[in-house]
């Protein structure tokens, strides 16, 4: 070979190399790294509509069927709503809102019944859901006509320094459910444990120093106890078919892989919640292709004041990779309303999120002709003292 054409390999060969670094850059930079102490001054309006789909489903009312609209979960056919109030009511709508039955097992009677509902969980490949009894740590399981079918306790303690207690359960596969035990020590985290009698299928431990955990605060006056609880807490996100696991005591975010039963980084927030004082939590809120939606959380209270908790919301931009502020406006009002992307609740990987809207809120904006689209007929048919309409998310498709 001459010396020409080994100068044109030597740069082929450079080229290839400089190439493959940039990609292993590039993959390694796929890892967001949030400062929880910037605030982000520079804010970008968006349109809900612009990178989501959006659907409006108005819960039938009648004389059985008045309640508060609090969604525990969405099937393909099936919507299961609870009241606020603890009453035990569990409503049973279809996928158009109609009313399709009451069940209420309520009681302290039997072991088929249950104390309290901090969740239900929806299987209808299987036509059954999975309630969760926070009192008694047991999940009951009925068919969707509400005959009881089993129950399982929470996983016992085996000696770590908590109690296991699941505070948020998703429906993983057809023979198992995925959930997060709040009271954990740093040993586990998340466990995916069979439908069948709750016996654990994989633990996913996400390691940490020390338990830190946004807890409710208490004061005492005299005799009585004023608490604050922060709330919108989420720990498991369905995303993309695989699930976003969030561990405040861990200063990474991790993505959990079904199908390898791997986890890979996806966040990392800094200062570390192990170091900063007063304490700062990182919470999600919602994701799409483009953007990341969280907030900050600081961990302080004034009770003279009754003021505290403050927080800080902001977003990812995937394609100017850049942190900003934001503003997100319902694309199906003529004026502009914002939309609270912290109040998303996570569903399922067919429905990414949803939010309750109160009929009375959306009577009055239809009669001043705020409404357009899809939101305005639904608008159309209801009364003030309607049950609220639940506005679906999905990705874009």
């Not at 099937?75 to 606020?84: A, D, H, P, W």
Request: charged share 25%; glycine share 6%.
């Amino acid at each position: 070979m001459n010396r020409s054409g080994s100068i044109i390999v030597i740069i082929l060969l450079l080229a290839v190399m400089a190439e493959s670094k940039g990609q292993r850059q590039a993959g390694s930079g796929d890892i967001i790294t949030v400062d929880v102490t910037k605030s982000y001054l520079s804010k970008k309006e968006l349109i809900l509509q612009d990178f989501t789909d959006v659907e409006y489903v108005a819960l039938e009312t009648n004389d059985d069927f008045v309640n508060q609209g609090i969604v525990m979960d969405v099937g393909k056919k099936i919507i299961l709503v609870r009241n606020l109030i603890n009453d035990g009511d569990i409503f049973v709508y279809d996928r158009t809102g109609k009313a399709l039955r009451k069940i209420n097992h309520k009681g302290h009677q039997t072991s088929k019944e249950y104390t309290n509902i901090l969740g239900i969980t929806l299987d209808e490949d299987n036509n059954e859901m999975f309630v969760n009894d926070y009192s008694t740590r047991r999940i009951l399981v009925y068919d969707l006509y509400g005959k009881f079918k089993r129950s399982f306790k929470h996983k016992e303690n085996d000696g770590n320094q908590y109690f296991t207690c699941y505070t948020s359960i998703f429906n993983y596969d057809r023979d198992n459910l995925i959930c997060y035990d709040e009271n954990n020590d740093v040993s586990r985290t998340f466990v995916i444990i069979s439908k069948k009698n709750g016996s654990i299928t994989k633990e996913i431990k996400i390691p940490f120093i020390k338990k830190h955990i946004p807890l409710t605060l208490r004061s005492k006056n005299g005799t009585q106890y004023t608490s604050v609880s922060p709330n919108l807490l989420k720990t498991i996100i369905p995303f993309k078919g695989n699930w976003t696991l969030v561990e405040l005591s861990s200063d990474t975010v991790y993505t959990f892989l079904p199908d390898d039963y791997n986890l890979r980084p996806f966040l990392v927030r800094t200062p570390s919640i192990q170091s900063i004082d007063p304490k700062v939590f990182l919470l999600l809120s919602f994701f799409s292709d483009r953007y990341y939606f969280m907030e900050t959380m600081k961990y302080v209270y004034d009770w003279n004041t009754r003021t505290g908790l403050p927080r800080t919301s902001f977003m990812y931009d995937k394609q100017e990779k850049a942190f900003l502020g934001y503003t997100v406006y319902n694309g199906d009002y003529t004026t502009k309303k914002e939309v609270l992307m912290n109040a998303f609740r996570p569903v399922n990987h067919g429905i990414e999120s949803l939010q309750r809207l109160e009929a009375y809120q959306l009577v009055e904006s239809y009669k001043k002709g705020e409404l357009k689209g899809k939101l305005k007929e639904t608008a159309a048919t209801l009364d003030e003292d309607d049950n609220p309409v639940i506005m679906l998310i999905r990705h874009k498709k």
